[in-house]
């Protein structure tokens, strides 16, 4: 079996470097029928902040009747080396990043997309877990795939796994300007099951979508965002979203606190030649609840700024700085949703990238320092320390 499974890895990364080493229109030359129309500059989704930019050539298959669907993906490895590691996590270690592929559909009034394959989340100031453990523990091998009905260009609704609306810095790692994720994403849904609808007028994008949080299963959770678009520079947008009941469920995917959440943030995004900068607030709170145990009601208060510099087509140079505190004590029973009731915690991430063509490499700096820790929920093999550097290396392609 072991020989079968090497053989089968050696053809699957042969067939991606050929993916990888070819136009990319040509992959599917066999496969179409007729004209296919214009593929798009990029496709968009999933969503990209940047640095990394995707194909801007994708493949696609002309259907026929069904139109014409685009199929991309991503393709990482990661290295991580960490201080102060958890217990159940190691110092040092090599994982999956990406094994995925996107199909979907873009044009006319009923469109699709799905997402499947393997991943890794990894986050600041949070144990490292492999891909294996996290596509069991969080959404599965098809971890996004929703249908969208457009009848024009103002209006949309769509149902299905989706990303969620909340937050600066979306699931995946190839999706932002830093490998992991910060502190405060810690504190943020990242993929609902439910409905959401979409109205656009000009400058102004609406959202509004019921779904089940932290995916729950229990759709009792209602999140908006309105974004306005000022100038082709600069935009701003209110996020909003909470649970309308108290949901008792709890899993690796599900944190009981934070699914019984209300959560609210403004984003700025700026962007100024070779800078793009994204300042944002956040605030979220728990409320207090006896049927599920929460004595004291508690809340965090969250800033940070996410900063890319383009040194080149090629290089960039992106970094993220940012700080959360959370109330409450442990004399008066609030909950935990940091290091301990009342805990804080700052973090600061340094990431250099090069991409050229579909292939890319990054490492990544970060340090995370918490203070009013209370033992027991801190970092470290005891759970007591204060503090944590790690090191990350993530290479690949996007196809």
Known sequence: MNTVSSMLRRKLLLAVLAIALQPASSVFAQSTTGDAPAAPAAMSTPAMTGPL???????????????????????TGLAVAQDNAIPGDRRRQTDLGNGQ??????????????????YSLPSLGAGYLSASKTVSGFYGLVPQAFV???????????????????????????????????????????????????????????????NDGFYANRYSWVTGSLAY????????????????????????????????????????????????????????????????????????????????????????????AEYIGSTGSVANGAPSLLYGPGSQAWSLTFTPTYQNKLLFVRAEFAYVKASGTTPGYALG????????????????LLF
């Open 53 to 75: 930019a995707a194909n801007p050539n994708p493949m696609s298959i002309d259907t026929g009747v069904f139109g014409t669907w685009y199929v991309t993906g991503a393709v």
């Open 101 to 118: 592929v996107f199909i979907q559909k873009t044009s006319g009034p009923l469109q699709f997309f799905v997402q499947a394959g393997g």
């Open 148 to 210: 969208k009905y457009v009848p024009n260009d103002h209006f949309s609704v769509m149902a299905g796994k989706m990303p969620t609306l909340i937050g600066a810095e979306y699931t995946f790692t190839f999706e932002n300007m830093n490998i992991e994720r910060g502190l405060l994403w810690n504190q943020e849904n990242a993929v609902n099951r439910g409905v959401m609808a979409t109205y656009v007028q000009g400058p102004i994008n609406a959202s509004l979508s019921l």
């Open 229 to 320: 678009t000022i100038d082709k520079n600069n935009s701003l947008s209110f996020v909003a979203g909470g649970n309308t009941r108290q949901t008792a469920r709890s899993s690796l995917a599900v944190p009981l606190l934070q699914n019984n959440s209300q959560i609210f943030e403004v984003i700025y995004t700026h962007l100024a030649g070779p800078w793009t900068l994204t300042p944002y607030l956040q605030y979220t709170r728990v409320p207090a609840s006896s049927a599920l145990g929460i004595v004291h009601a508690a809340s965090t208060t969250g800033v940070a700024l996410l900063a890319n510099y383009a040194v080149d087509a090629h290089f960039s140079l992106a970094s993220r």
């Open 381 to 396: 093999p005891n759970f007591d320390s204060t503090s944590q550097s790690r090191v990350m290396l993530e290479a690949g």
